[in-house]
């Protein structure tokens, strides 16, 4: 079946540099992609969304790219705070599935 | 504040003895879930629930039954836990189905252990 996956399981980046967060899916018809962040021992919380008629949405601190031909789409977190460590997944919009979600990658802040 | 609570946090129990789960939310949302996720893993969505209708996903087993007696509550059945069913229990609401009501909001999760 279609899946949403993510590149990379693992990710350290140094307090104040920029983190990108990685995520392929391969489900052509999904029109709507949520990110969100899972903080160790709590449910996931929502950080940012985009749907398919934009390529780019901005938040605070962080920003979501939607490239839709190659299937992909990235999270970028402006300066990394020791508070952005957790997992985070992507998740598409499936036809009429409820939020599939991908792998997760696990950010470390090293302060 | 309103939210989606998830009773009790924490729980064990033995190995075939059933167990449920609860979940309430103040939302007033149509649309409730239920995920397993275990460790280091994504959450799976086990089945969800659009106001009474009951909708279970294909690879759900049949171990796992779930209630919904009115709008604000949602329970999750596991029959005979089997030590494959260790794992954080996730429910989680939405305003509606579709694309413009998605947004799902998730509570913090029941860790099951199972001795």
């Known amino acids: 079946g279609e899946s949403v996956g993510l590149h990379l399981p693992t990710l350290s980046v140094q307090e104040g540099d920029n983190s990108i967060i990685n995520c392929a899916y391969s489900?052509?018809?999904?029109?709507?992609f949520i990110w969100y962040k899972q903080e160790s021992g709590k449910g996931p919380q929502f950080i940012i969304d985009?749907?398919?008629?934009?390529d780019k949405r901005q938040g605070q601190r962080v920003t979501v790219l939607l490239n839709k031909t190659v299937k992909h789409l990235s999270l970028q977190i402006a300066a990394t705070q020791p508070g952005d460590s957790a997992v985070y997944f992507c998740?598409?919009?499936?036809?009429?599935?409820?939020?599939?979600f991908g792998k997760g990658t696990r950010l470390s802040v090293i302060a | 504040d309103a939210m989606v609570i998830q009773n009790p946090r924490y729980q064990v129990t033995q190995f075939g003895k059933p167990v449920t789960l609860s979940c309430s939310q103040t939302?007033?949302?149509?649309?409730m879930y239920w995920y397993q996720q275990k460790s280091s893993q994504a959450p799976k969505l086990l089945f969800h629930?659009?106001?009474?209708?009951?909708?279970n996903e294909a690879d759900t087993p049949d171990n796992f039954q779930s209630r919904r007696p009115n709008t604000s509550f949602c329970f999750l059945d596991i029959r005979s836990p089997g030590l494959g069913d260790a794992a954080m229990y996730l429910c989680?609401?939405?305003?509606?189905?579709?694309?413009?009501?998605?947004?799902?909001?998730f509570g913090p999760g029941t860790r099951l252990t199972v001795l």
């Open positions: 989680a609401t939405s305003r509606d189905l579709g694309e413009d009501y998605n947004e799902q909001f």
């Open positions: 489900n052509s018809a999904s029109d709507y």
């Open positions: 629930y659009y106001d009474k209708d009951f909708n």
């Open positions: 985009i749907r398919s008629n934009m």
């Open positions: 998740a598409e919009w499936e036809g009429n599935t409820p939020l599939v």
């Open positions: 939302l007033n949302h149509n649309v």
